[in-house]
């Protein structure tokens, strides 16, 4: 007997939606998430696939592509003007792809979708890609943009002192690890929240590893251990509080939106550092969405939870921007049975 024999049937499980989303994306490109061709085939077709799923949304006022130096080359970066604010409060996004996949295009609709919910000016960072640039060089990146958006916000129209990350996947991990990165190696006090969707935060194993994850999402056990191989230079910075987040020390982060799908192997991260966000006395709010697969946030052209949670994540960032309340009970959180 296999360990996929004690997998949930995660098709029955799945909604409707999510069904003709997957029926979509294997009609496309159905090779996008098979890691056994290599990272160039797969780039080629995850980019494909995305190609349609990124049309149509939300139009800008402006949109600019830019680059920022670092000391580990010049990083692109693409800034989403929803409407005239200036200066505006910024959400610095961090795209998902298992560190491996992704770029600004590829991710791009999400980001407008960030800036049209919300009014902020929204940068994405086009980070450098494994297993090119090993960790921690995207981390160093990601930082190297924060600092100077803080310093220099003023000349492209965003207020340096109110800036949140978000990120999706890796990318949510990447957000995570950066905020602790700024802290620990000086001052992120001018980073107000995270919007954290679906990322892994440092669990090995874990109930929702064993019973998800399939050629349908492409995060079977292998394909994660595949990801992550290309991510580290050695076995030991798996340990490294900037991969394995839930080791941090989580204490005093800025408020925290957590975002999970019901059926991802990656969900009980999510669930993980919502309790010890809650230990530590962190504003938060979980939500896990029902009968959604890992990475669903990109198909909001079909699929009305992908809009519920990017809206919802947009209104968390608006109320802590504002300085209003947060709701932090859970509206989609459940318990499969």
Request: hydrophobic share 40%; charged share 20%; with cysteine.
């Amino acid at each position: 007997m296999s360990a996929d024999s004690n997998k949930l049937p995660v098709h029955e499980l799945m909604s409707q939606a999510m069904k003709d989303v997957v029926d979509k994306s294997n009609e496309l490109s159905p090779d996008a998430y098979v890691t056994d061709d290599g990272f160039e085939a797969m780039r080629a077709a995850y980019n494909l696939e995305r190609r349609y799923w990124n049309e149509g949304g939300p139009t800008m006022r402006l949109t600019v592509d830019a680059a920022v130096t670092t000391p580990m080359g010049q990083v692109p970066v693409r800034f989403h003007i929803p409407w005239a604010q200036s200066p505006a409060p910024a959400i610095i996004y961090v795209h998902g792809g298992g560190f491996v996949l992704g770029n600004l295009d590829t991710h791009d609709r999400i980001m407008r979708t960030l800036a049209a919910d919300t009014g902020a000016t929204v940068i994405g960072v086009d980070y450098s890609l494994s297993p090119e640039a090993k960790f921690p060089v995207a981390l160093y990146q990601c930082a190297t943009v924060a600092h100077h958006l803080h310093d220099e916000g003023e000349k492209y129209g965003v207020d340096g002192t109110r800036l949140a990350f978000a990120g999706d996947s890796g990318g949510a991990m990447l957000s995570l690890a950066t905020y602790l990165y700024l802290r620990d190696t000086g001052d992120a006090s001018y980073i107000d929240a995270l919007l954290l969707y679906y990322g892994l935060f440092g669990l090995r194993d874990s109930p929702s590893r064993r019973l998800f994850g399939g050629p349908w999402d492409g995060l079977t056990e292998a394909d994660l251990d595949y990801y992550m191989s290309c991510y580290l230079e050695r076995p030991e910075d798996a340990r490294s509080p900037y991969v394995d987040c839930l080791s941090a020390d989580l204490d005093g982060l800025p408020p925290c939106f957590v975002a999970a799908a019901e059926l991802d192997p990656l969900r009980d991260d999510s669930e993980a550092l919502a309790t010890m966000l809650g230990k530590h006395g962190v504003a938060h709010q979980h939500i896990v969405y029902p009968g959604v697969l890992h990475g669903f946030l990109h198909n909001s052209r079909h699929l009305d939870t992908a809009v519920d949670a990017l809206r919802e994540g947009s209104a968390f960032f608006t109320d802590v921007i504002n300085n209003l309340p947060l709701t932090t009970s859970p509206t989609h959180l459940l318990t499969i049975s």
